[in-house]
T-cell receptor, first 113, second 113 residues
Framework: KQEVTQIPAALSVPEGENLVLNCSFTDSAIYNLQWFRQDPGKGLTSLLLIQSSQREQTSGRLNASLDKSSGRSTLYIAASQPGDSATYLCAVKGQGGSEKLVFGKGTKLTVNP | GAGVSQTPSNKVTEKGKYVELRCDPISGHTALYWYRQSLGQGPEFLIYFQGTGAADDSGLPNDRFFAVRPEGSVSTLKIQRTERGDSAVYLC???????????FGPGTRLTVL
């Protein structure tokens, strides 16, 4: 059974700092991995999707990497801003025919002005 | 274009009552997913539709939960004899095909008193 873990559970940084959020998964047979952002009381916004054959994806100040063999992904946020404050969720989709996403519990990020 | 929409945004009901939650996916998306998110947790998969049929309902917790998608577009999640433990945010997502990137709606917050 796939399990996804995100460390740390919460992170507080000053504005302008670069930061890394971590995601690990137990079964390396994944089809893709998605990073989401969730603001309080809101749904999920897709940030980046990495296919299993890819090593990284970039969008603006965000860069996500994937090391499938070691079961790890990182989300790098450059020059953080208070507007980046949210919960960041990592989710994986398996290769085995089920199309469901398996989520971690998320990392709650606070960027202080 | 319009994203995934869900109604109602909030639903308060009494224990034992029946509720229906509606999801309107992105136009043209053939795959539709329901997830449930409890406080402080990541979303957990409930059911996945490809077209009109439920391709994977392995996440439904028990037979009080049922979902339909009769015309391959709008879906309704139905919960019978609600229990306090059913209180959560119910999220709907859609994708273009089962392997595509999933886009989420804002969720329905269900509270069972």
């Amino acid at each position: 059974k796939q399990e996804v873990t995100q460390i740390p559970a919460a992170l507080s940084v000053p504005e302008g700092e670069n930061l890394v959020l971590n995601c690990s998964f137990t079964d390396s047979a994944i089809y893709n991995l998605q990073w989401f952002r969730q603001d309080p009381g809101k749904g999920l916004t897709s940030l980046l999707l990495i296919q299993s054959s890819q090593r990284e994806q970039t969008s603006g100040r965000l860069n996500a990497s994937l090391d499938k063999s070691s079961g790890r992904s990182t989300l790098y946020i450059a020059a953080s801003q208070p507007g980046d404050s949210a919960t960041y969720l990592c989710a994986v989709k398996g290769q085995g025919g089920s199309e469901k996403l398996v989520f971690g519990k998320g990392t709650k990020l606070t960027v202080n002005p | 274009g319009a994203g995934v929409s869900q109604t109602p945004s909030n639903k308060v009901t009494e224990k034992g009552k029946y509720v229906e939650l509606r999801c309107d996916p992105i136009s043209g998306h053939t795959a539709l997913y329901w997830y449930r998110q409890s406080l402080g947790q990541g979303p957990e998969f409930l059911i996945y539709f490809q077209g009109t049929g439920a391709a994977d309902d392995s996440g439904l917790p028990n037979d009080r939960f049922f979902a339909v998608r009769p015309e391959g577009s709008v879906s309704t999640l139905k919960i019978q004899r609600t229990e306090r433990g059913d209180s959560a945010v119910y999220l709907c997502a859609s994708s273009f095909g089962g392997r595509g990137e999933q886009f989420f709606g804002p969720g329905t917050r269900l509270t069972v008193l």
